[in-house]
Nanobody, 119 residues
Framework: QVQLVESGGGLVQPGGSLRLSCVASGVIFSVYSMGWYRQAPGKQRELVAVMLSGGRSNYADSVKGRFTISRDNAKNTVYLQMNSLKPEDTAVYYC?????????????WGQGTQVTVSS
């Protein structure tokens, strides 16, 4: 059974930092592309960052230079380091793992973790 479990969300002031973690089980983690999406109230879910199985990473323009995705295959974990957080980063953040990242219906999702950026 495949499970993705996110953690690390919370309330942070503008300009602050958070690190999200997503631990995967039931998969051969190293061959999966792993990414982070977010969904704000009333908005569509959007891709924040992805790290492909080969190591290449891509970011949404809105987070470039502030967020960093990384992975530790030995720990079956993908991270999202978020710096210089802004109120518009407030959303539920979801982890996704997929063997076919270009196929939207493929892969597995975590349950989400809330990130709130507010003073």
């Amino acid at each position: 059974q495949v499970q993705l479990v996110e953690s690390g969300g919370g309330l942070v002031q503008p300009g602050g930092s958070l690190r999200l973690s997503c631990v995967a089980s039931g998969v051969i983690f190293s061959v999966y592309s792993m990414g982070w999406y977010r969904q704000a109230p009333g908005k569509q879910r959007e891709l924040v960052a992805v790290m492909l199985s080969g190591g290449r990473s891509n970011y949404a323009d809105s987070v470039k230079g502030r967020f960093t995705i990384s992975r530790d295959n030995a720990k079956n974990t993908v991270y999202l380091q978020m710096n210089s957080l802004k109120p518009e980063d407030t959303a539920v953040y979801y982890c996704k793992g997929s063997l076919a990242w270009g196929v939207p219906t493929s892969g597995y999702w975590g349950q989400g973790t809330q990130v709130t950026v507010s003073s």
